[in-house]
């Protein structure tokens, strides 16, 4: 059987296509399918969970535990990133 790898805001599966190539099992997270939307295939061995990851709980990953060795959290940073530009895409930002 093999290990088991969680990836948290799988956006395309970038970790989780890395991840399988390394031997892991993998079940993605994220509030929408971003392979479908820009028609891409799925990759075998990533299993895909359309779920709010600020949803979810320990329980869920109880019957797993055993075989989980990764879990992976790569959460969007558009909004620290545009800050960070110097152009006048972070000029339409509202300032914290």
Request: proline share 8%; with cysteine; charged share 25%.
């Amino acid at each position: 059987m093999k290990p088991l790898a969680i990836d948290l805001y799988c956006g395309l599966d970038g970790w989780g296509e890395a991840l399988v190539s390394e031997g892991y099992e993998v079940i993605s997270f994220d509030i929408s399918d971003q392979r479908a939307k820009f028609g891409y295939p799925r990759t075998p061995g990533i299993h895909l969970v359309l779920q709010d990851v600020l949803t979810l709980t320990g329980a869920q990953f109880k019957s797993i535990a055993d075989r989980l060795r990764v879990i992976v959290a790569s959460p969007p940073c558009q909004e620290p990133s545009y800050r960070a530009m110097p152009w006048k895409r972070a000029d339409q930002l509202t300032r914290p």
